[in-house]
């Protein structure tokens, strides 16, 4: 489904009756999916942003967060909106106060939402229990280096909160699980993996000069393990490329948090073609948008260990382009799976809806 702007994350609602999908611009579709082969634009939620980068549900559906990136009137932050009625959602509040400077990305988890806070690199939490009065509960954030403190994403999983902190890796805080007696007003640090994230791209630079971006981006749980993303870009593109794309690697760390005190390092998948955005996990495969590589499909089962594409665990990948986008190269953003279907917003050319197959036997 084509869209006349650059799309970013999607998010289907609970219901499984509509998708939201949000923009690199001023706005948030709803998206009519009951027919996943024919998905149409019902809705839309217009805001003061020029980046709509997250879109999450509460668990039962009755509302979402959304969250703002530069607003004209400097107030950013997050909006939350009436989802009741899936297919026409309604912005029934803001809360600006504490990150009117962006927040890149949110969370929502029983009741409250995790956001970034783009001015101070930290993580603030906001109780969402009263929709229409959110306000602030607590404030987190790692020590200040020269490198900067920038945090870019948030999952929370059985009281646990996994926190993408661009220049210190990993870091993983008891946001009312209780290993360490947090809570959702008193978060507390259980550890943090970091790795030398310039001599892991130092390819990066050699080809294409000092200057390149790099950071931790998104962190997943599932099993034993947090699969921890980096997102890199080139210092400069390709010379002569026209209405193409930046330059994009990555690699996906696996992190066996067995001992979640001591987490690991055991495996990697690092993609050949493009970067690792935003991932999806469900039972033993996990989805990852590709940027200019597209949609991907890797097989996580059994004992992970040492590099994943030379083990060839690859399953299948397909390129988010066609003659439709306003852009024509692809750029997909990641994955969200519901009922077998994959949603793949791409920021060039829109949202695709995709099924993985079996693997066909080969014709003698």
Not at 24 to 37: G, H, K, N, Q, W
Not at 92 to 104: A, K, N, P
Not at 249 to 276: C, N
């Amino acid at each position: 489904m084509p869209i006349t702007m650059s799309a970013a994350e999607v998010w289907v609602h609970p219901s499984g009756s509509c998708a939201y999908l949000s923009t690199i611009a001023d706005r948030v579709y709803a998206i009519d999916i009951t027919d996943v082969t024919h998905p149409k634009i019902v809705d839309s939620m217009m805001t003061n942003a020029r980046i709509v980068n997250d879109v999450m549900t509460t668990e039962d559906g009755k509302y979402g967060v959304f969250s703002r990136e530069g607003a004209s009137d400097r107030k950013n932050g997050i909006v939350v909106f009436d989802a009741s009625n899936p297919c026409h959602p309604k912005p029934v509040s803001e809360y600006t106060q504490t990150v009117s400077g962006g927040v890149h990305s949110s969370y929502v988890y029983r009741g409250h939402a995790y956001i970034t806070d783009d001015a101070t690199g930290s993580m603030r939490v906001i109780d969402i229990q009263d929709p229409l009065h959110p306000r602030e509960v607590a404030r987190w954030q790692t020590e200040q280096t020269e490198a900067g403190r920038y945090l870019h994403d948030i999952m929370v999983v059985d009281g646990l909160a996994y926190l993408a902190y661009w220049n210190d890796g990993l870091v993983i805080l008891d946001v009312g699980n209780g290993m360490r007696g947090g809570s959702p007003t008193n978060p507390q640090f259980v550890s943090q993996f970091k790795y030398d994230l310039t001599a892991t791209y130092a390819r990066v630079w050699q080809l294409f000069g000092q200057g390149f971006v790099r950071g931790t981006h998104t962190a997943w749980r599932q099993g034993r393990y947090v699969f921890v993303g980096d997102e890199v870009y080139a210092a400069h593109p390709y010379k002569g490329l026209q209405d193409g794309n930046n330059l994009t690697f990555g690699r996906l760390h696996v992190i066996d948090v067995s001992d979640i005190t001591k987490p690991r390092e055991v495996a990697w998948y690092e993609p050949t073609d493009g970067g690792v955005h935003n991932v999806w996990v469900v039972g033993d495969t996990l989805y990852l948008g590709n940027y200019q590589g597209g949609a991907r499909a890797v097989d996580i089962s059994g004992d992970l260990k040492g590099d994943l594409l030379r083990e060839g665990r690859e399953m299948s990948w397909i390129l988010t382009v066609d003659s439709l986008g306003h852009r024509r190269a692809p750029f997909a953003w990641g994955a969200v799976v519901r009922d077998g279907n994959i949603f793949v917003p791409d920021i060039n050319t829109g949202l695709w809806i995709l099924r993985l197959e079996a693997k066909q036997p080969p014709v003698p």
